[in-house]
């Protein structure tokens, strides 16, 4: 238990379906994340909040929408997605987005499969 | 842009010591050396970070050349549980730059044997 939550573990999606993966944490931290992890594939940065603010978007597909609403929470939206972005998203937290000296803390997965 | 350099796979042999090597000739004064772990079918974990000296906690040690171009992460006693990819990460101070996010190579392959 890291104290980052990630609901559903697991998600079958079709195609034409919109549905939201969810991220809470009670950390007290202020910046959190999405990660994205492909079979094979190092983990990519998606998007980064800081202070519900979204201060990166590396080149993400719209079909992808993140939405933070407040400090504990991290949403990411999805719809019309393609099979290739089946993957296991992440989530993660850390005190500071560009605070180098602070760890990060990272949720179980969702892993989603976009058939 | 890798900024670290680390080998694909390691194999250790239970209870014995492992360590795990990286190379980050690029680095920054401001740059942390933070290393992560991440076992099948999770989220990664943090294991330890440091910026000059050697840093050491309950699950590892960390040990930085004296110019910091390279830096070790040390397993005391492995275990199975050790098993996991290893992931050694440059994190910066840089207000309003990138500099500060996470981010991951390949990282090393832990295999730990009985």
């Known amino acids: 238990e890291t104290g980052v939550t990630q609901t559903p573990r697991h998600l079958v999606m079709g195609m034409t379906n919109k549905k939201s993966l969810k991220c809470e944490q009670h950390l007290g931290h202020n910046a959190m994340y999405w990660y994205k992890q492909s079979a094979k594939k190092p983990l990519e940065l998606m998007f980064v909040?800081?202070?519900?603010?979204?201060?990166e978007n590396n080149s993400v597909p719209s079909r992808f929408s993140p939405e933070c609403p407040n400090s504990s929470h991290l949403f990411l939206h999805l719809h019309t997605l393609q099979p290739e972005d089946s993957a296991l998203y992440l989530c993660a937290s850390s005190q500071g987005v560009w605070a180098g000296d602070t760890e990060a803390f990272f949720g179980q997965g969702t892993r989603l499969t976009v058939v | 842009d890798a900024k670290t350099t680390q080998p694909n796979s390691m194999e250790s042999n239970e209870e014995e010591p492992v360590h795990l090597p990286c190379n980050h000739s690029t680095i920054s004064g401001t740059d942390y050396i933070h290393w992560y772990r991440q076992l099948p079918s999770q989220g990664p974990e943090y294991v330890i970070h440091g910026l000059t000296s050697n840093v050491n906690n309950r699950m590892a040690s960390l040990a930085i050349a004296e110019d910091r171009k390279s830096s070790t992460l040390i397993l005391h006693r492995a275990t199975l549980r050790d098993a996991a990819v290893y992931y050694c990460?440059?994190?910066?101070?840089?207000?309003?730059?990138?500099?500060?996010?996470?981010?991951f190579g390949k990282g090393t392959k832990l295999s730990v044997k009985p």
């Open positions: 990460i440059l994190r910066g101070m840089n207000y309003g730059g990138s500099q500060g996010n996470l981010i």
């Open positions: 909040y800081s202070l519900e603010e979204r201060v």
